[in-house]
């Protein structure tokens, strides 16, 4: 059973650019997909991103697309999410997410990972 930490969250200007990270431990980290979702309050988690084993494939939100990028390393047991051109509706709790096997097609299902970290805060200011 792997576990989640975020880290790499804060406070930032519009334009800036920000690197989360998610550490796993207690698991083997090269069997597991991997996917950051982010949430405000009152509303449901909502899709960023996606890495498969070994970073051979990657899925983006729409919003996100061309601004973020998931990527991971298996050395380090460590998924990473590059924001850059932040804007202020990406301002959200950010989690990452893991399974050892998505379906293609839901990777955006959250409700289909087992396995979440306690999320880290990003803020985007105008």
């Known amino acids: 059973q792997v576990q989640l930490v975020e880290s790499g969250g804060g406070s930032v200007q519009a334009g800036g650019s920000l690197r989360l990270s998610c550490a796993a431990s207690g698991g083997t980290f090269s069997s597991y997909v991997m996917g950051w979702f982010r949430q405000n309050p009152g509303k449901e988690r909502e899709f960023v991103a996606h890495i498969t084993r070994s970073g051979g494939r990657t899925y983006y939100a729409d919003s996100v697309k061309g601004r973020f990028t998931i990527s991971r390393d298996d050395a380090k047991n460590t998924v990473y999410l590059q924001m850059n051109s932040l804007k202020p509706e990406d301002t959200a709790v950010y989690y990452c997410?893991?399974?050892?096997?998505?379906?293609?097609?839901?990777?955006?299902?959250?409700?289909?990972?087992?396995?979440w970290g306690q999320g880290t805060q990003v803020t985007v200011s105008s």
């Open positions: 997410a893991a399974d050892l096997y998505i379906n293609v097609g839901f990777e955006k299902r959250f409700d289909l990972y087992d396995y």
